[in-house]
């Protein structure tokens, strides 16, 4: 029972998660750029939805769309300022680039706001619901659906609209998108902004159940890429596949073996995976 | 002309040799005490980074282990430091023959990620088991004993960073150095003259393994404390990167350049802004992203193409 | 003796596509043997399986009675066989006699022996006089030279050439021919060619093999292949289909 118990909260965790991902799965796929600023982003993310709540009195819940909207905007402004200007480069120098920013952002965040750990108590945050013999925080609930919402409607606009259709055409044929017309910059800057804002949402929704400091984002950055992995580099609906298994292996592994181990244990699958099947759980092909 | 070459290495390590004669104040010493520890790191990194062209970013987890080398065999069986570093050196290699035989078949981003994830799993270990005593970190033996114990370290880094030096002297004109530039370029091409990527790799991360894990021990045996976050941050290996790139990857004196532009220039932005470094770094890894991927050394060699073109044409 | 290079029944597979479908050929030692078909017949893909770079699903290669299915590219150099890539692949940020010291670099006992034998390839190829500037400066001509001596440098029995003709202006092309004949000079003693430009196959080749999408259309003397009906039908057939001389 404790352990369908950990299982369950793996899950939880596990929607946020996915919805973390997503965003460096689809940067990944259409633009075959692994930003190392995810984390940050994340990170920046929390703290809007911080400050929003504490001054504004704006509610996390819903405020994470404002969130993700803020965010969207300012992955907008890096791509064109920074990012644009390495694409087509040597990968060396885009994750260079992306780690810089990294630094800056977290940098930023000691500069403005120092190290200090805040956090927010909404009254959500104390009850607990159950399920059948399970129970589980609320406000972890909560954010799980919200994060299922943001995923699935994430899915819907890739399948169903015209953006959705031009990235993911990029995505699959960088070479021959042009040809059809697809502007291929745009496409990038959109999916990057996309891409921001969703860590951005997803770090709105972990403040009820969390704290925020400036390099909260950095262990996010690493489980993301672990995701993206999982569920085969660049894949949308793998990364949020990926993203449960690994709330659920955090879960199982704090039940059976130690809270301080779920990262070391992420890791250890992270280089298993991309050494033993590089083309992701899921993937059919080889890369 | 050959001789001329040499010259600004004797001349700058004739300055080091004789600091102490030169530079009295003890906090400028401890800063040029810092700068021969990053140079170190730099050249290490140029090697396996700059060379071979492989974005390692998990470096500091060979100074970590050099660093929990000292501490660790001295509080168990009491060893001496000197002892400690030589077993943190083997121990680093060791770890840089598994890590890379492992990371060194993914390539472009999967490698970067995985020398993180190497990296991270040490310090979650170092983090969290119980010999190495978590997050309070680890007592470590000096070096010397005092007086002027610090000086005496000093005096023991400077050979490390000759060797260090003189390793990549030699590897700049050597076969070794151009097989390494031949696989960062294209590992194709390299294989079609025969070269093993696989083996000359790893032969250049063991190389800048060891002298990490040195450099590691040497840390630990002067502020003789370590911990998780002081000498396995992933911060680290991320300056290590930035010395060699800012200075000038691939060459022989841009890790040196570098490393002495970013101590003094953290230094004297410390007394202005206190916890501004993190942005400082990020900010300096873009623009040298950007606007200078060549590194400062560039800029010094472009000037210097300009003035000697005419006069050679002349002469 | 037995041939210096043997491919039996090899077979190679991209997916659903067959780029080599059961070929079997011999290369004698002192043989020029030029591979020729259209388009996307699989020639380069024969050179990558022989190199190394890709590796056969079935079949067997032998190369001086071994076989050496699943060898490293970095192995088959070794063992003597050198090629050079139809796109070709100098390193840019070196000089171009450094790329040559590359090669030079398997056999030689020092740096002063690379660059020695390294200065030999490039006067012999007649790119001496460019021999301090860097590959990326090279005009297209002189990078595929720059390929071929790379290869001779790592004093390659076999020389896999991959249209280093290619790009090439008639007279260039001549030069070339003539410079081709004497690599008996650097201890070549087998090459293998691909080449679209028929009289520069009818200038060099001893023998030469056709191939049409994947499998071995015929082998003879370049007189004889020529004038076979079935090579005449496949040429004339894909360059009609694809509207346009190769490239
Ligand atoms: N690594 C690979 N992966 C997938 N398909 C490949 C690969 N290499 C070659 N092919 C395919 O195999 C077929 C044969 O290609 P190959 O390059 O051998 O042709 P070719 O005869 O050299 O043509 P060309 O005259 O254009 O150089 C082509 O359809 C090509 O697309
Ligand atoms: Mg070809």
New binding site residues.
């Given amino acids: 029972m404790a352990a369908l118990q950990a299982i369950l909260n793996g899950i939880l965790v596990g929607g946020i998660y996915a919805l973390i991902a997503m965003g460096m799965a689809l940067v990944f796929g259409v633009m075959r750029l692994v930003n190392f600023a995810h984390g940050a982003f994340l990170m920046v993310g929390m703290y809007v939805a911080y400050f929003g709540y504490t001054l504004f009195h704006i509610n996390p819940y819903w405020g994470c769309a404002l969130v993700g909207a803020a965010l969207f905007m300012m992955g907008m402004a890096v791509y064109w300022l920074l990012i644009r200007r390495v694409m087509g480069q040597s990968d060396f120098l885009q994750i260079l680039l992306t780690e810089g920013i990294a630094l800056c952002l977290v940098g930023a965040a000691q500069l403005l706001f120092t190290g200090d750990y805040r956090s927010i108590s909404l009254p959500l945050a104390d009850k607990t619901a159950n399920l059948g013999p399970l129970n589980f925080n609320v406000a972890y609930g909560v954010s799980f659906v919200i994060a299922v919402l943001g995923v699935t409607s994430m899915y819907l606009y890739m399948k169903y609209t015209e953006m959705g259709r031009a990235i993911r055409g990029v995505a699959q044929n960088p070479g021959v998108a042009p040809l059809m017309g697809i502007r291929v910059r745009w496409i990038s800057g959109i999916s990057f902004a996309f891409g921001v804002a969703c860590a951005g949402g997803a770090g709105a929704l972990l403040l009820p159940v969390f704290y925020v400091n400036p390099t909260i984002g950095s262990p996010y950055n690493l489980k993301s890429f672990v995701i993206v992995v999982l569920g085969g580099m660049g894949s949308v609906e793998g990364a949020a596949l990926g993203g449960l298994i690994l709330g659920v292996t955090e879960g199982l592994t704090a039940y059976y073996w130690s809270d301080s181990y779920t990262q070391v244990v992420d890791f250890v699958l992270f280089l298993a995976v991309l050494l033993l099947r590089p083309q992701g759980l899921f993937g059919k092909k080889a890369p | 002309m050959s001789r001329a070459r040499f010259l600004p290495a004797v001349v700058f390590f004739g300055l080091l040799l004789t600091l102490p004669w030169w530079l009295r104040d003890a906090y400028l010493q401890q800063i040029v005490f810092r700068v021969v520890i990053f140079a170190i790191l730099g050249i290490a990194w140029n090697l396996v980074g700059g060379y071979a062209g492989q974005l390692s970013l998990g470096h500091v987890a060979y100074f970590g282990i050099g660093a929990y080398s000292v501490a660790l065999f001295h509080e168990t069986w009491d060893w001496n430091p000197w002892l400690g570093t030589l077993a943190g050196v083997v121990l680093a290699c060791l770890a840089a023959l598994l890590i890379g035989s492992l990371t060194f078949r993914l390539r472009g981003p999967y490698f970067v990620l995985s020398t993180i994830a190497a990296a991270e799993i040490l310090r979650l270990l170092a983090l969290n088991l119980s010999f190495t005593h978590g997050a309070i970190g680890m007592i470590a033996p000096g070096f010397f004993e005092e007086p002027n114990g610090d000086r005496k370290t000093y005096y023991a880094a400077l050979p490390l960073l000759f060797l260090a030096f003189a390793l990549t002297v030699w590897t700049h004109r050597s076969r070794f150095g151009y097989y390494l530039r031949a696989i960062r370029e294209n590992e194709d091409t390299a294989m079609a003259v025969g070269i093993n990527p696989a083996v000359e790799k790893l032969k250049a991360l063991l190389f800048s393994a060891a002298l990490v894990a040195a450099a590691g021990a040497l840390y630990a045996g002067v502020f003789q404390f370590i911990g998780p976050d002081s000498v396995l941050a992933i911060d680290m290996s991320v300056q290590m990167a930035l010395i060699a790139m800012l200075g000038g990857a691939a060459t022989v004196w841009g890790p040196i350049v570098g490393a002495v532009v970013l101590t003094v220039a953290a230094e004297a932005l410390k007394t202005y802004l206190e916890r501004a470094h993190t942005f400082f770094y990020g900010l300096l890894l873009v623009l040298v992203v950007l606007f200078l991927p060549g590194g400062l050394v560039s800029i010094a060699k472009q000037r210097w193409f300009r003035r000697t073109a005419p006069r050679a044409q002349a002469a | 003796m037995a041939p210096l290079l043997q491919l039996k029944h090899v077979v190679?597979r991209?997916?659903g596509?067959l780029?080599?479908n059961d070929v079997s050929f011999d290369v004698e030692e002192g043989e020029v043997v030029f591979?020729i078909?259209?388009?996307?017949?699989?020639?380069?893909?024969?050179?990558?399986l022989i190199s190394g770079?890709?590796t056969a699903d079935s079949g067997e290669i032998l190369y001086q009675g071994q076989n050496i299915v699943g060898l490293k590219p970095y192995q088959t150099t070794r063992l003597g066989i050198g090629r050079t890539f139809?796109i070709v692949k100098p390193l840019p940020s070196l000089t171009v006699r450094e790329n040559v010291m590359l090669g030079s670099f398997l056999h030689a006992r020092s740096r002063a022996e690379a660059g020695k034998k390294a200065d030999e390839v490039l006067g012999f190829l007649g790119l001496d006089r460019r021999a301090d500037q860097l590959a990326s400066g090279l005009p297209l001509a002189q990078r595929k030279l720059l390929e071929v001596a790379r290869a001779l440098a790592t004093g390659a029995k076999l020389l896999l050439l991959?249209?280093v003709m290619a790009g090439l202006n008639p007279t260039e092309s001549a030069e070339v021919v003539t410079l081709l004949r004497k690599l008996k000079d650097f201890g070549v003693t087998a090459v293998g060619g691909?080449e679209?430009i028929m009289r520069v196959v009818m200038a060099l080749a001893s023998r030469v093999v056709v191939?049409d999408q994947?499998g071995k259309l015929a082998e003879g003397s370049p007189q004889a292949v020529v004038h076979d009906p079935r090579v005449v039908e496949a040429y004339l057939g894909s360059k009609y289909q694809k509207g346009g001389a190769?490239?």
Avoid: R
Wanted: charged fraction near 15%; proline fraction near 10%; avoid cysteine.
């Fill in positions: 190679k991209f997916g596509l780029a080599t591979i078909g259209p388009n996307g017949a699989g020639k380069t893909t024969l050179f990558n770079y890709v139809q991959d249209e691909v679209h191939m994947g190769p490239p």
